[in-house]
């Protein structure tokens, strides 16, 4: 069994700013949302049977109080944000497992379900599909692993290493230290990926460094590492087979009049009827 874990926001940002491409910034109302469906079911058509999409309901979350610099939806464009509840509703409609987080923030969702999933033995492989950097830090061997949907790399332990220089486990450190722009957090000055990745080479994680070390920065440099940590104790499911795509909710169909996406219907009934058979 392989269990698949989307980061829906980052989808809809995805799919957003590709129509902006060719819709001269006519936006639909329901864009970015017939995208990010069509992308997931794709992976189902393709073979996928356990899925799961976390999305931020908001965009503010705990790490705000923490920082007061943290990212929040200021920017984002309003046509882009009249998106995001949509995006749930029609993503369950369509029988999908949406995860939509309030106080806590989609890369928790997925942190979250990646450990939920690798504590399950039949559960053979867990695909993370997201490009943000701070899922590498729950990407274990080759069993949990990061895929970049866009350019097609898949990063495992391995990857994880070659990409950044350090183990998994100290990604939190490293980004604390070299900063996370995306998220709003400056790191260390004076600190780059290559300096960054010595130095956790040598001492280990931020707790272990020699005091001289940073100095005065070493609370500013632990907030980030707190700030930088993914919760991955949010219970989301029980079971892996919660995940299990079933088909379309007798409500899919009212959606896709909505969105002017009939073709999302035929596609769902399809995959239904392919997955039925595979069953048995």
């Known amino acids: ?17 590709g ?3 060719f819709n001269k910034g006519k936006d639909k ?5 017939v995208g990010v469906l069509q992308t997931v079911l794709q992976m189902i058509e393709q073979g996928a049977t356990h899925v799961g999409v976390a999305t931020d309901h908001i965009i503010e979350s ?3 109080r923490m920082w007061p610099g943290y990212k929040t939806s200021e920017g984002i464009e309003p046509a882009l944000f009249a998106q995001f509840h949509p995006l749930e509703e029609a993503l369950a409609a369509m029988g999908v497992v949406v995860w939509p987080m309030i106080e806590l923030e989609a890369d928790d969702a997925l942190a979250s379900a990646a450990r939920i999933a690798s504590e399950d033995e039949r559960v053979e492989k867990i695909c993370i599909w997201t490009v943000d950097k701070d899922l590498a830090q729950c990407v274990r061997g080759a069993r949990v692993v990061q895929i970049d949907r866009k350019s097609k790399k898949i990063l495992d332990a391995e990857g994880v290493r070659q990409k950044f220089g350090v183990e998994p486990s100290l990604i939190p450190d490293f980004l604390a230290l070299v900063g996370d722009a995306a998220d709003g957090y400056p790191g260390i000055a004076g600190i780059g990926p290559v300096t960054a990745a010595q130095l956790l080479n040598r001492h280990g994680m931020i707790e272990n460094f020699p005091p001289a070390l940073l100095g005065s920065r070493r609370d500013l440099a632990l907030l980030f590492k707190d700030l930088a940590t993914l919760r991955s104790d949010a219970p989301l499911f029980r079971d892996v087979d919660e995940l299990k795509w079933q088909g379309p909710t007798d409500t899919f169909s009212s959606w896709t009049e909505r969105m002017v996406a009939p073709r999302l219907v035929e596609r769902c009934q399809k995959a239904q009827s392919a997955a039925s058979l595979h069953r048995t």
């Open 1 to 17: 069994m392989i269990v698949h874990v989307v980061d829906g926001t980052y989808e809809l940002f995805r799919h957003f700013y």
């Open 19 to 21: 129509l902006r491409r």
């Open 29 to 33: 109302p329901f864009g970015a949302v």
């Open 62 to 64: 705990f790490r705000n």
